[in-house]
Each structure stands twice: as structure tokens, then as C-alpha cells.
């Protein structure tokens, strides 16, 4: 499974805080995620991209420590998003990078400190990431990050219900998403006068969405990597 | 006018030109069934073309039955027009090179009776012909691949509609495809009365299909808005208007509903003036015919 | 009353007119021969009289009914045979009959439609496809298909085309059946003249869509009336001789180097006698009956001989 976005929605998901200064913070947002070996999760998945027209599945969700995760839909068929996000956090967190201390906001109602991680090596995918984190609850509640070559993604959780197994009920995930095109000659299309593709213009990049509900985890249950084939 | 009907329809059923057809769709259904079987995977890379690269997509579980049941119905729903023109094209020229329209026609029946008992023969065999695609196209796929969800390739838009929302689409699609090919089978019907071959009304059936759906694809804004609304070509299509589903404010998809059923309701409103206008011109015509041959 | 009243009837195709101002009439019981070269307009006729072609102008009675109002009613007591009888040729013989008994109203048991093809020789045959029959075969259950609802007018246009000789004497015999014994009004059309000699008691000629004559046949052929052609070196010193003699109110025309006589036959030998005391050279002397006569004016104009005599 090389669906790094979605890897990187979910590292996120462990991310928690008790250090004051940034860099603190984010080791001891590592030292949280390693708690999670591995888990098994039934979600709801919503898609929204412009040229995907799916209805909302039932998907079951399966990582496993440090970088294996699987999206399955068992009673159907459901398109994954994938290399959104090239490079996995959970792989920056374990390189050398610099944490930067980027203010105060408010996510989701709920004051946040702002930390910039800007990886050392000057060649990396990733750019620079922005974490939003819930000092009290040591939560990031929002992550942004800028790659060479997806632009800039951005995640949102929420937390709720498996807030003890620090885990998320919620990740909005947004990305970038480029036009979709077939020839009509293939597809022999019905018109049926509805608009396509309200405001869309061909060629350009579009704003594409993905919405996660998690319905129940299994948390460290021991995983076979068989799952991720 | 029953008795009429029994007896066309003896006449359409026991000449062998009409299993040709049957014979043409089972042939070609199989050929399609076993390519997919074989090299489905590079069909679906052709049809989701760049998106391999940003989207994770299932092969395996997109080939199913009813995606391949989909892309038959894509591809021959084009071709079927033949085989319906084959048997409508024939049903009065036919005669007339046999040497039997004289005779039916000096019978003590209307003629606007045998013209109704024919048509009604020619909408009967097309119905089979049509049940009988399904039953190989949908029935057949579902045995050699299975059911799952059924991917739609759009020309701007993927869409994907739940395996237990898809059977009652095909349902309303095969009876809108007997009314789209009804259309067909009246031009040829109305050919059919102006010629003593039948070579001729089916050769100019098909060029006409041919014609028309060349200007119903074409993107040419001119014909657009002039010509294209009002071909019957293009109204044809709308059968693929069941798997278009609406979406919700947040762009899902929602199951159990269609797009746009108004547009398909104005496709079949527009298919049945042709299929009105077609056959009342044929037996205007006919009733008017000198019978020479 | 007359079975079939043809009034004034016209047809034309574009500037041709196949059939012009032609009237006639059939009784019941009759024979009628309907006589004319290929192309004469018979087959319109016929066509138009089983509402196949309608007509430009002109009435159509049947019946007594209007033909134009009365089409079902009428259509239902007519069988027809339109020149070579096609019929389906995937389907057995049984089912043709069958077929279009049900289409002339008559719902027939199996054993009425075996009886029928019995009746035309094709026992046995009930249901082999019609495509593996002779032309002999296939003529025959046209017949059965045309009888098959026991009508009451039976049209028979060109029969005996492609038949052998034997088929064309079954054909002869089927139809004095169905006058003499079943009592049925034939309308029989036919290029060939002994063949409606043979079998029609009234007849008619038709030419270019024109009537030329109407008749009985008796009449047509009558003794009293035979036309005699005599050939002479010269014909105007053999006409001024002849109008000076008794004969005279027997030459009806002159035409070239012909003097036509039209007289009883039994005064054949003692016009020929006659004509060698006038001292008129004669190089041929011929006799026909009017019928014959007719016919031989038309093909003669038309240079088309062999259509009588085959």
C-alpha cells in the first residue's frame, strides 16, 4: 500500500504534546505515536473531488507501525487518493528537522500553538509542515503540509469518543486534484443537461476533500503484514 | 388484430434470418466477455487513463459483472440498430421481394391493421432480442465475474454505484433500450414500405444511425444547440441517464436516485414522437402504396 | 344482377396509362376470360379490382357493393391467385394455408386444411417447407390458399404461366370444376387465346388499357360470323368487280391488298367460286373466327405473333 496521504492523515491521529518549547513538543508528540503499534479501524468514508462521483462506504482501515496502512472496502469498491502527501511525517519525525515556533491560533474553537517543522535536508519532498497543536489536551488538531510536488495538503481531526486511545473520530483530509477527461468517443456520453464540474476549469487544480469517520478501533491486536498486500 | 399479430410474429419467429441476431449478440458478448476475462485490467487502465497515478484502484473488484454487463451494453447498443433493422427492414419489402404482399394485402384485413400487427411484431422481437442481451450480457457476466460495485466512466467524471443499488438501473435501462431501438426499428419499418428489397431500407437504416450519431458525438457548437437536441441518436443514449446518480451538498453520491430523470423523461418523450411519426407515415404511405410487386 | 360491375375504370402511372376507360361486367357463374398481350393492363386490372393499386378514376362493384366502402366485406368472399403464386417459403404448406385462411377470417380445423391440400394433390406434402416444392406444387396450394375460405368470386391472374404442358390441363380442369361442379365465378386472365377459349364462356379483349371487345365466347366464335381474308394481286379492280356482284354486302373492309368478308361459313366454297368467275386473281384465302380475327389485328400491329400461337 503506497497510499502515503492517507499514512500521514493517520500519523497525525497520534500526535500529542506535553513539551513546552517546539522541539520538545513534537518529540514528545513521537513518543506518543510509538505507543500505537498497530490498529484495526471500521470508517466511514466520504469522498469529495470534483471527478468522483462515489457514495459514502463503509471502509475498514488497517495500519501497522512505522508505515503500513490499508484502506479496504469490503462490500464494494472505493477509489483511494494516493501520494497526496509524498512524504510521510511519521518518516520526517524520525529525521532531522527543525521545529520552529510559529504563534498561537484557534482550531476548531480551541486555542492552538503553531509549530513549523523544516526538515534539514535541503533535497526532501516535503517543504515544510505545520502542526497545530492543543496544548492542553496535547493534540494537533490540524496539520499542513507543503510538498515539491502535491502543494500544500491539510489535515483536520477530531477528536471525541476514542479520545482515550488517542485517536481521532474525524480527519478531513484536503488536497490538491487535477481535471479528469475522456474522450467522448469512448464513453458515448449521455447529456443530460446537468452542469458538469460547477466552476471548474479544465486543466487547472482543484481543491479535492476526504472525509474519515472512524466508527471503532482495535488497538495493537497484532497485525499480519499479509493484511497489507 | 391479434390474430394478425400471431400470425407476423409466426412469420418474424420461424424465418431464420431472425436467429442471425441472436446468434451476431451471443457471438459478440462472448468475444467481449472473454477479452475483459483475459485483459480486463488494461480496459480499466484505458478507461481511468491518468488517475492510476493518484488513485489507488481495486482492478480486480471493478471487474465484476456489472461493469462488464456495462461496457457490452456501451459497445453493442451502437451496433444492435443493425440487427433490428435487419428484421424491420424486412418486414414489408421483404415481402414485397417474396411475392407475398400481394397476397396479405388483398386479405380482408385494414391495412393500417397489418401495418399495427407488423410493427407490434417487429417492437415484440426487439424486446426479446433485448431480453436476450440481458440474459447473456447480465446474467452470464454475473456468473463468470461475480457482482460488486460498478464503476461508470463519464467523459469528465468516474462514478461508482453500489452493487445492491445497480439491478434495478439495468432494469429501467433495458426497457428504455427497447424504446430507443423501437425508433430504429419504425425508420426502418418506414423505409421498409418504399422499397420491393430489403437490402435498401436496411442499408439506409443503418447509414442514417450512422449519420446521425457521428453529429450527436461530434462537439460542434453550432449543431449543438441546432441540430443535436433533436436527433433521435442522441436521445438514444439516455439509457445510461440510470447510472448517473445525484450527488449531496458535499459531493457523495446518492443511492436509489438518478441524476436528471427529467432529461431522460424528455429523451423518451422525444423517441416516442419519432417512433409516433415514423410509423404513422408508414402507413400513410402504405395504405397509398400501389402494390406492383 | 351483376357479380363484378367495372365502370369507366382508369389507372395511370405517371403519363402512362395502363388502364383506360375500360368497363365491363361479370355475372355469377361465369367464366370470364380476361384476353391481352404482356403489358395490356390485365394485371392492373386484376389488381385493382383486389384493392392492390387504386384506381385513378372509375367505380368498382362487387357484390353489388362498392368496392371503395365495402373492401373487408368483399375481400372475404374473393380468392385470388396474382401470377405466380408466391407464398412463404420457411414455412410448411400446412401453415401457409393455415396462415391465410386465418388472415381471410376463417379460423379451419386441421382436418378442413389437410382435406384442402388433399383436394390439390399435396397429400403427404403437409409439412414440407414450401421452398423445397416444384412451380407445379407451389401453383396448386396458391389454389388452396385462394379456395381455402370457399369464396364465392375467384380471380386467377395468368394460371398457367411456368406450368408444363400437364399442369397446364390440370389448371383447365380445376377451373371447369369450380364452375360446373361448385358452381364459382372465375375471372381468369391469360395472353394465350386457346387457353380462354377452352375454358371461359364470356371474355373480354383488352389492348393498352382499352377495351377492345366483350363478349360470349359463342358469339365471339359464331359460324354465322366467320371472317374470311382473301389476298388478291389487285385490289381495286377485285373491289369495283365485287361491289357490281351479290357479294358485296358481305365485304366489310379493305385493307392493302386484303378483302375482308364477313359471312356464314357454309358459303365459303361458293364465294371462292365467285371470286374465279369475277376473274379476280386470289393468292390466298383464309378464314377465322371473329375472335381469332381480333386477336390477329392486334398482334399483327404489334408484330408479336407467336404470343397467340405458342
Known amino acids: 500500500m503506497k497510499s502515503k496521504y492517507l499514512f500521514s492523515i493517520l500519523i497525525f491521529s497520534f500526535l500529542g504534546a506535553y513539551a513546552q518549547d517546539a522541539t520538545t513538543l513534537v518529540k514528545g508528540i513521537r513518543a506518543n505515536l510509538e505507543k500505537i503499534n498497530d490498529y484495526e479501524a471500521d470508517a466511514k468514508f466520504k469522498t469529495e473531488i470534483s471527478f468522483l462521483k462515489v457514495p459514502d462506504a463503509v471502509v475498514k482501515i488497517y495500519y501497522k507501525k512505522p508505515d503500513k496502512i490499508k484502506i479496504k472496502n469490503q462490500n464494494g469498491i472505493s477509489l483511494v487518493p494516493k501520494e497526496t502527501v509524498s512524504i510521510s511525517l511519521y518518516s520526517l519525525l524520525n529525521s532531522h528537522y527543525t521545529a520552529l515556533d510559529g504563534g498561537t491560533d484557534l482550531v476548531q474553537g480551541i486555542p492552538v500553538r503553531i509549530i513549523k517543522l523544516l526538515p534539514a535536508d535541503e533535497n526532501a519532498e516535503l517543504v515544510l509542515a505545520t502542526l497545530y497543536i492543543d496544548t492542553k489536551r496535547l493534540l494537533v488538531l490540524k496539520a499542513k503540509t507543503t510538498t515539491r510536488e502535491s502543494g500544500t495538503n491539510e489535515v483536520e481531526l477530531f477528536y471525541g469518543k476514542f479520545l482515550p486511545v488517542g485517536l481521532p473520530d474525524r480527519i478531513i483530509f484536503s488536497f490538491n486534484t487535477e481535471d479528469f477527461k475522456l474522450p467522448k468517443g469512448v464513453t458515448f456520453d449521455y447529456d443530460d443537461g446537468t452542469a458538469k464540474n460547477k466552476g471548474a476549469e479544465p486543466g487547472k487544480n482543484q481543491r479535492g476533500r476526504i472525509e474519515i469517520t472512524y466508527l471503532n478501533y482495535a488497538v495493537n491486536k497484532g497485525l499480519s503484514d499479509s493484511l497489507f498486500k | 388484430m391479434w390474430q394478425l399479430l400471431q400470425i407476423e410474429l409466426l412469420k418474424i419467429f420461424r424465418k431464420p434470418r431472425t436467429y442471425i441476431s441472436f446468434g451476431a449478440i451471443a457471438a459478440m458478448v462472448i468475444i467481449i466477455q472473454i477479452a475483459l476475462k483475459f485483459d480486463g485490467q488494461s480496459y480499466i487502465e484505458f478507461l481511468t487513463g491518468s488517475l492510476k ?90 456468473l463468470i465475474f461475480g457482482t460488486n460495485d460498478i464503476l461508470i466512466a463519464r467523459n469528465d467524471a468516474l462514478e461508482i454505484i453500489q452493487r445492491n443499488d445497480v439491478l434495478w438501473r439495468y432494469m429501467a435501462a433495458f426497457a428504455f433500450a427497447t424504446l430507443a431501438l423501437t425508433t430504429v426499428a419504425a425508420l426502418a419499418f418506414l423505409l421498409s414500405v418504399f422499397a420491393d428489397n430489403s437490402v435498401g431500407p436496411i442499408v439506409s437504416t443503418i447509414s442514417i444511425v450512422i449519420v446521425f450519431t457521428i453529429l450527436s458525438e461530434m462537439q460542434i457548437p453550432l449543431y449543438d444547440r441546432t441540430i443535436k437536441p433533436f436527433l433521435f441518436t442522441s436521445h438514444m443514449l439516455a439509457w445510461k441517464g440510470f447510472f448517473y446518480s445525484k450527488v449531496d451538498s458535499g459531493g457523495s453520491s446518492l443511492p436509489g436516485t438518478i441524476e436528471n430523470i427529467r432529461a431522460i423523461g424528455k429523451s423518451s418523450l422525444i423517441l416516442v414522437l419519432y417512433i409516433i411519426g415514423f410509423v404513422s407515415a408508414a402507413i400513410y404511405a402504405f395504405n397509398k402504396k400501389d402494390i406492383l410487386s | 344482377m351483376s357479380l363484378v360491375t367495372v365502370s369507366h375504370l382508369s389507372k395511370k402511372f405517371r403519363s402512362h396509362n395502363a388502364v383506360d376507360d375500360l368497363s365491363f361486367s361479370v355475372e355469377e357463374g361465369d367464366v370470364y376470360g380476361f384476353l391481352g398481350q404482356n403489358g395490356a393492363g390485365k ?74 391440400l388433399e383436394m390439390v394433390g399435396l397429400a403427404g406434402r403437409e409439412t414440407d417447407l414450401v421452398k423445397t416444392f416444384s412451380q407445379g406444387m407451389k401453383q396448386r396450394l396458391g389454389i388452396a390458399v385462394a379456395l381455402i375460405h370457399n369464396p364465392r368470386l375467384i380471380i386467377l391472374d395468368e394460371p398457367t404461366n411456368g406450368l408444363d404442358p400437364q399442369g397446364i390441363a390440370d389448371m383447365r380442369n380445376l377451373i371447369l370444376h369450380l364452375s360446373r361442379h361448385l358452381h364459382k365465378t372465375v375471372i381468369v386472365s391469360s395472353h394465350l387465346l386457346n387457353e380462354i377459349e377452352q375454358i371461359s364462356n364470356r371474355m373480354l379483349i383488352i389492348d393498352e388499357g382499352k377495351k377492345i371487345v366483350e363478349g360470349t365466347v359463342e358469339s365471339l366464335t359464331d359460324p354465322a360470323r366467320t371472317l374470311v381474308e382473301v389476298t388478291v394481286d389487285n385490289p381495286i379492280a377485285a373491289t369495283s368487280r365485287i361491289e357490281s356482284s351479290s357479294w358485296f354486302c358481305y365485304l366489310i373492309k379493305t385493307e392493302n391488298n386484303h378483302l375482308i368478308f364477313q359471312l356464314p361459313k357454309h358459303l365459303i366454297p361458293e364465294l371462292n367460286r365467285s371470286l374465279v368467275q369475277l376473274e379476280i386473281n386470289v393468292l390466298s384465302l383464309q378464314a377465322k373466327n371473329s375472335l381469332e380475327a381480333q386477336f390477329l389485328s392486334l398482334t399483327r400491329s404489334k408484330q408479336n405473333v407467336a404470343a397467340f400461337t405458342d
Open chain 3, 43 to 116: 394485371s392492373t386490372t386484376i389488381r385493382m379490382l383486389l384493392t392492390l393499386v387504386r384506381p385513378t378514376s372509375g367505380h368498382i362493384d362487387i357484390f353489388g357493393l362498392n368496392l371503395n366502402k365495402e373492401r373487408k366485406k368483399i375481400l372475404s368472399q374473393i380468392g385470388a391467385v396474382i401470377e405466380k403464386p408466391d407464398l412463404y417459403k420457411y414455412l410448411s404448406a400446412y401453415e401457409n394455408l393455415s396462415l391465410f385462411a386465418r388472415m381471410s377470417g376463417f379460423i379451419n380445423s386441421k382436418k378442413e386444411l389437410n382435406a384442402q
Open chain 2, 53 to 142: 497515478d493518484s488513485l489507488e484502484i481495486p482492478y480486480t473488484n471493478i471487474l465484476n459483472g456489472y461493469f462488464v454487463c456495462f461496457i457490452i451494453l456501451n459497445l453493442l447498443l451502437i451496433h444492435i440498430p443493425l440487427l433490428i433493422a435487419l428484421v424491420a427492414g424486412d418486414s414489408i419489402a421483404g415481402e414485397a421481394n417474396m411475392g407475398t404482399l400481394r397476397l396479405i394485402a388483398s386479405k380482408p384485413v385494414s391495412r393500417t391493421g397489418l401495418m399495427l400487427a407488423k410493427f407490434m411484431a417487429t417492437i415484440i422481437y426487439t424486446a426479446l432480442l433485448l431480453i436476450w442481451l440481458a440474459f447473456i450480457s447480465l446474467l452470464i457476466s454475473i
